[in-house]
Nanobody, 122 residues
Framework: QVQLVESGGGLVQPGGSLRLSCAAS????????MGWYRQAFGKQRELVAS?????????GDSIKGRFAISSSRDNAKHTLFLQMNSLKPEDTAVYYC??????????????WGQGTQVTVSS
């Protein structure tokens, strides 16, 4: 089992910043990719940013230059971050953490967090 716990969402004014965190723990052998997705009301879920185990980052076109993805590891806990700057009302959405890798049981996993609401409004 792999558990993901997200934090850091909230209400922020346009132009403000927020930092999301996602802590991954459990029966993780290795992680291939970690990423953030978002889903606005009435829209499909879209990729915000992802990062591979080699540190290669990929960003969605709508947030390039404003958001930065990073990750860290402390023993068995892997943490994913999303620094969001210059936030716009159109960034309002539920943000989901996604982690893909191999479990200690030998099989692969593709896990999602519960989602955290980000609202950008004055």
């Amino acid at each position: 089992q792999v558990q993901l716990v997200e934090s850091g969402g909230g209400l922020v004014q346009p132009g403000g910043s927020l930092r999301l965190s996602c802590a991954a723990s459990g029966s993780i052998f290795n992680i291939n990719t970690m990423g953030w997705y978002r889903q606005a009301f009435g829209k499909q879920r879209e990729l915000v940013a992802s990062i591979t185990n080699t540190g290669r980052a990929n960003y969605g076109d709508s947030i390039k230059g404003r958001f930065a993805i990073s990750s860290s590891r402390d023993n068995a806990k892997h943490t994913l971050f999303l620094q969001m700057n210059s936030l716009k009302p159109e960034d309002t959405a539920v943000y989901y953490c996604n982690v893909q890798g191999r479990g200690s049981w030998g099989g692969s996993f593709d896990s999602w967090g519960q989602g955290t609401q980000v609202t950008v409004s004055s």
